[in-house]
């Protein structure tokens, strides 16, 4: 059992160390840093998605904008496209779950927000077409995948693309990455 333990510790260890070794992932970190900082000093907002663990990683990052990370400052306008269960299920059963999160996009988005969507594979057909929808608006689309990117890749502004193929560790990984986002963000606007 400790030996379970031990090996699941250091597989996500290394994944990390390989982040930590990648300067060019670590820069397209601080773009997309930038350009958050970028629309929320513009008035626009920061919106996520997501499915699954993935919705969750994206309602906790979007809360951390909302809400706070570590600064008492006033809120960021950001949220996380799911959080309406009654606009979920009805737009699901009425129209399709990959529609779910592109009618949000199109009807509460514009130019100059930021979309960042949550996918392990790169392949939910329902962010993949919420990137289409915010491409053809002008939105900025910031995917956080796995190591192939998927379909996302091509739909991506930014694409931090975790070097790895096992769900949790990619996960591990996206939330790491998005408190890095999110503090680096609060800092840097809310520097005093």
Known sequence: ?????????????AVKQEILADNAFQQKVQDITDAVIHAFQSGKKVMF?????????????AAEFSGRFYKNRRALPSDALHCNTSYLTAVANDYSYDDIYSRLVDGTM??????????????????????????????VTVGFTG????????????????????????????ILLGHIICELTEAAIFND
């Open 1 to 13: 059992m400790a030996t379970n333990i031990h090996a699941i510790i250091a597989a996500s260890i």
């Open 49 to 61: 998605c997501g499915n699954g663990g993935s919705a969750a990683d994206a309602q906790h990052l």
């Open 147 to 174: 190591a192939s990117g998927g379909k996302m890749k091509d739909l991506s502004d930014y694409l931090l693309n975790v070097p790895s193929t096992v769900t949790p560790r990619i996960q591990e990984s996206h």
């Open 110 to 139: 514009e130019k100059g927000d930021v979309l960042i969507g949550i996918s392990t594979s790169g392949n939910s057909p329902n962010i993949v077409k919420a990137f289409e929808t915010a491409r053809a608006k002008g939105i």
